[in-house]
């Protein structure tokens, strides 16, 4: 297919089949295969442009928003090729990886200390609201706050789901950071079938899940961590809780046993999917978003399953040496 330009080949990714040992039939949505590589290009690309048509994002403007990465990149690539300036804010446990990309786009990056609240003056989602206060000519999309994240994901991932399937899709499983994703593809999805069922999956020491005492997690993307009006409860059947290992474990498995290699969120998307399904039926079609790529985290060492063979000493110590970035 030919696109007019690279914005244009933003969606249509393609729905694969994986068998994870259930009677049910599991296909992952692979949105890491979007041109920035998650599926953060949807809410970006939409909430950039519906800026851009009421006034808030002019030329020459300065695009700026708070992100774990994902959607930061998808920004930047966006900010790049329209032609505005691009800052956003991180938290430091952002994978080398994620942060080496958005400096490949040309954004500004502001690293900012990991806290448990939202509301935190120091949090990267408050420093994203002061430096836009205090930039002329920004436009802050705010993925966090803005209903808009959910709509992008209606009027995109959900009606695409729709049509991949036939129709067919009884289940939607889908990682819970912002709740736009769960909430935009399941609300399309509930309203032509009112019987689907919609899952958010959710890290178990989230905000949520510890009822207000969060914990410390590594699983990046997902994680309710602030109560928040993108996130639409009422289309929900369940959120369901993950921990670090359940995700990292099912990315392993993921990459060795079926040649995916996801992000440690779509880990725990499958590994939910996985053991929900084991009690659903043949005729059950679940459709699981993989949200982004194990590319972006290969630094952190989750897919470790084998050992490199040097051929002689030498060669390994100048290997050991490369990896340092000490030649």
């Not at 409860?233 to 369901?240: A, E, F, N, T, V």
């Not at 499958?270 to 949200?291: P, Q, R």
Request: charged share 20%; glycine share 10%; with cysteine.
């Amino acid at each position: 297919m030919m696109y007019k330009n690279l914005l244009a080949a933003i969606g249509n990714t393609p729905l694969v089949k994986i068998d994870l040992g259930t009677p049910a039939q599991l296909y992952a949505k692979l949105e890491y295969l979007n041109p920035s590589g998650s599926v953060k290009d949807r809410p970006a690309i939409y909430l950039i442009e519906q800026a851009e048509k009421n006034g808030q994002l002019k030329p020459g403007g300065t695009i700026i928003d708070a992100s774990s990465g994902n959607q930061g990149i998808a920004t930047a690539m966006i900010g790049a090729a329209k032609g505005y300036k691009v800052i956003i804010t991180v938290s430091e446990k952002i994978s080398i990886e994620k942060l080496q990309t958005l400096k490949a786009y040309g954004a500004e990056v502001v690293m900012c200390p990991g806290t448990n609240l939202i509301e935190d003056p120091n949090s990267y989602h408050s420093q994203a609201v002061s430096i836009h206060k205090k930039t002329p000519n920004s436009c802050m999309p705010n993925q966090y706050f803005n209903v808009e994240n959910a709509k992008a994901m209606y009027l995109s991932l959900g009606k695409e789901i729709w049509e991949q399937t036939n129709g067919t899709v009884t289940h939607f499983f889908a990682g819970a950071g912002t709740g736009g994703t769960v909430s935009g593809g399941g609300l399309y999805i509930k309203e032509k079938n009112p019987n689907a069922k919609v899952f958010a999956i959710d890290t178990i020491n989230s905000w949520y899940n510890t009822k207000g005492n969060p914990k410390p997690y590594k699983i990046e993307g997902i994680g309710i961590d602030f109560e928040s009006p993108v996130l639409n409860h009422s289309i929900l059947d369940k959120i369901l809780p993950i921990s670090d290992e359940q995700g990292f474990s099912m990315c392993k498995k993921l990459a060795v046993k079926h040649g995916v290699l996801a992000g440690p969120s779509s880990g725990a998307v499958a590994y939910a999917a996985a053991e929900y399904s084991k009690n659903l039926s043949k005729d059950d079609v679940v459709v699981m978003i993989f949200g982004d790529s194990g590319r972006a985290y290969l630094s952190k060492n989750l897919y470790a399953n084998s050992e490199t063979k040097y051929i002689n000493d030498d060669i390994k110590i100048k290997r050991e040496k490369i990896e340092k970035g000490l030649v």
